[in-house]
């Protein structure tokens, strides 16, 4: 019986140890969250590269160079604002490094508590997440998904939890909202043009057609960010080419 006791009272005493062991364990840093996304991320690269899909793209490729990506993220910093939350966010500089799988962004600038004088200086971690083609203009488009703010002295803006609110408030809106969505300047065609043939024995109308194109496929590796662009005209758009080829 007291051998019983002293081995239950071990086991409990091992187990409270535990427990406090994982309560104290600290929240990853920012540069953690940036390393776990970028081996995420090498991951799939290797997978694909295991398939022989490492670039498998079915009708159009374009590459992007991180360094576009840079300057259009300079030509709009300096840039200050409120993105909710209580939170004015000044953002100086921008920088973008496309490796291992992922598009990372690094915001750096400086954040203060509405209505008050408290400062800090801040760094957002992100990445281009996703991309479509804009149907009007045929550009890329692509939105900033934020995953870390790191605040080194987060304690002088005399609020609760300052980092894990404005990481929650740049998330949901509030970055996009001070900086927009990302636009590359290249365009795909959303319409073909079939110039009207006239000869002698032949006269054939001219057609035009719009294209349905989207994004199929974003990976970034080797400072590039590599977007498979896949189109095909709509049921009554080959129907249409069909018969315009027809003798």
């Known amino acids: 019986m007291h051998r019983s006791r002293v081995t239950l009272l071990t086991g409990v005493g091992l187990l409270l140890a535990t427990l406090t062991c994982r309560a104290r364990t600290p929240d990853p840093t920012p540069e953690e969250l940036s390393l776990a996304r ?12 295991e398939q022989g899909k490492l670039v498998d793209f079915e009708q159009m490729l374009i590459v992007v160079d991180q360094r576009v990506v840079e300057r259009l993220l300079a030509s709009v910093v ?92 740049l998330a949901e809106g509030g970055l996009e909202t001070l900086i927009g969505p990302i636009r590359v300047p290249v365009r795909v065609a959303d319409r073909l043009s079939l110039p009207p043939v006239r000869s002698e024995r032949v006269r054939v109308a001219g057609l035009e057609l719009p294209v349905e194109a989207e994004v199929s496929s974003l990976k970034a590796f080797g400072g590039k960010l590599w977007i498979g662009v896949s189109g095909q005209l709509p049921s009554a758009g080959r129907r249409a080419c069909s018969k315009r080829a027809a003798p």
């Not at 970028?38 to 290797?46: F, I, M, N, S, W």
């Open 78 to 169: 300096p840039v200050e604002g409120d993105v909710g939350g209580g939170f004015r966010v000044r953002l100086d500089s921008a920088r973008a490094e496309f490796r291992d799988g992922v598009a990372l962004l690094n915001l750096a600038g400086e954040v203060r508590l509405v209505g008050r004088g408290a400062s800090a200086t801040m760094s957002v971690y992100g990445g281009l997440d996703q991309a479509e083609l804009e149907p009007a203009s045929g550009m890329l488009r692509s939105s900033v998904k934020v995953f870390a703010v790191e605040i080194p002295r987060a304690d002088v803006l005399g609020a609760d939890e300052p980092v894990r609110k404005l990481t929650e408030v």
């Open 38 to 49: 970028q081996v995420a991320g090498l991951r799939t690269l290797v997978g694909a590269a």
